[in-house]
Structure formats: structure tokens, C-alpha cells
């Protein structure tokens, strides 16, 4: 990515809205500029009725999103859109829309990464890609939703292996758990996205959008049945980031060295 260019980058095709995550050199890491940019894009799309799919997709080929930057929140800096922290990371996790989302997963899928599949409505993936929370080892839990959205989207007791082990999974293992829809080739991700999004876009486009609501359960621009496990998931993570775990995870990514853990 040149310094000049924007964290993410925003490309109308037809009646797509094309999303790429343009911090390849970061992995797609994502920080307050990477949800500005893709929150407004939501924006943009729930209020142009000529927008009627979504694609979500990493610049590069080594990584869709590896998550939050890890460097940005060791130094104290928010991740979320100025103003807007209720869309929650990346500006996605916390924003749904009544326009069906798609994933286009090429690479890595870690941490906020697959959080951000978990938000998607649909998910296709090249073959080499990978999916997993390793925020465990760095003294954090998937708490962009991933820890109640997994186990809602894939069998209960794999879901809890993936979080408590931090261990991630292949893309055929992927597919065969409903995590995405399909497997393509590597690089043929976002035409294969893209399909499926011209797919959608042929049907009746209120009637796609009626049929999300209903499936999802959103209602005004929120999802209700989720508000208690966020005021959860916030309680719990305010424990955590006030832990000397937290501190030592993030201190030792940084460092590059293996973190030592006291439970306190």
C-alpha cells in the first residue's frame, strides 16, 4: 500500500458495492481508518436503492483481515469510527444492513477477520484460506462478536475448541461446517463473490431486503436479539483489558516473544 493511498478502497460494479480492506502490508489489519471508510460504505449502500449486494474483501493475496492492528491498540489509539463506535470494529461487526453482505475471503481469516465473516451475510473463500480467534494467546477473546457468533453459525463444541484453543481451520473444513458458502480456487474469490452478488441482484430487490430483515431479525438498523449479549461481551471484556494478561499479550506481540501468563 502506497502512504498516500486509503485503508480501504470503495468501487461501485453494477448494482455491487465492492469493499477491499488496502492495508496488504499490515495484513488488512484494521484501525480507525479502516472503519470510517468501511461504515460509510454501509451507509452509502443501505441508502442508494441502486446498491443492492455488498462484497467485503483484502487487498493482496496473504490476507483477508488478520484482525485488529495489534500495534495501533498497544498504543492506546481506538479502532472504532470516530463518532461512531456503535458500528462497532472494522465499522461491519455491529452494522447490518438490510443489503445482503458478502465475504470474499482470500488468505487469513484471524481474529477480527473471521469476526467479520461471522457479521456476513454469505462467505466465499479461495482454497488456501484459513479461518480462526487466536485472540486467546494475546490475552484477549473474540469480542467482536466471534465468541457468541460462532458457535451460533457452526456445531457448538467446534466452535468452543476454535475459541478456547485459538487453533484455526482450513477452507474445506469451512465449507463442511456451513462456515461459507464456497470453496473457489485462489484469486477467483471476489469473481466468485461477485457472482453470487449479480445472483442476488437480479431478484426483486425490496423483496431480497424484506427476507434478510425477517431472516436476521433486524429491525431499524439493529439486531435486538443480540443486545444482551453484547452488554455482556462488553462487561467481560472491560475485566479483561484491565488484566496483566492483556498488557503482557500485547506487550510480547509487539516484542515479538512468547507471553507469560499469571492469570491476574
Given amino acids: 500500500m502506497n502512504a498516500t493511498e486509503p485503508a480501504a478502497l470503495v468501487v461501485r460494479r453494477g448494482h455491487v458495492l465492492v469493499v477491499t480492506l488496502n492495508r496488504p502490508g499490515a495484513m488488512n489489519a484494521v484501525n480507525a481508518e479502516v472503519s470510517t471508510i468501511v461504515g460509510q460504505a454501509l451507509v452509502r449502500a443501505e441508502e442508494d436503492r441502486e446498491i443492492r449486494a455488498v462484497v467485503l474483501t483484502g487487498a493482496g493475496d496473504r490476507a483477508f483481515c488478520a484482525g485488529a492492528d495489534l500495534k495501533a491498540v498497544s498504543r492506546g489509539e481506538s479502532l472504532t469510527a470516530p463518532e461512531h463506535d456503535d458500528w462497532g470494529f472494522a465499522g461491519f461487526v455491529r452494522h447490518p444492513i438490510s443489503k445482503p453482505t458478502i465475504a470474499a475471503v482470500n488468505g487469513y481469516a484471524l481474529a477480527g477477520g473471521l469476526e467479520l465473516v461471522l457479521a456476513s451475510d454469505l462467505a466465499v473463500a479461495g482454497e488456501s484460506a484459513s ?3 487466536p485472540e486467546v494467546a494475546r490475552g484477549l477473546f473474540a469480542a467482536a462478536g466471534g465468541v457468541f457468533r460462532l458457535p451460533q453459525q457452526i456445531p457448538p463444541k467446534i466452535a468452543m475448541e476454535m475459541i478456547s484453543t485459538g487453533e484455526p481451520i482450513d477452507a474445506p473444513r469451512a465449507l463442511s461446517l456451513g462456515l461459507v458458502n464456497r470453496v473457489v480456487p485462489d484469486g477467483a474469490e471476489l469473481d466468485a463473490a461477485l457472482a453470487l452478488a449479480d445472483r442476488i441482484s437480479d431478484n426483486a430487490p425490496l423483496a431480497v431486503q424484506a427476507g434478510k430483515r425477517l431472516a436476521t431479525g433486524l429491525v431499524e438498523g ?9 452488554l455482556r461481551n462488553a462487561d467481560e471484556i472491560s475485566l479483561i483489558k484491565t488484566s496483566g494478561d492483556f498488557t503482557e499479550g500485547t506487550t510480547a506481540f509487539v516484542e515479538k516473544r512468547q507471553p507469560v501468563w499469571r492469570a491476574r
Fill in 131 to 133: 479461518f480462526g480467534l
Fill in 222 to 230: 439493529s439486531l435486538p436479539a443480540e443486545t444482551g449479549a453484547w
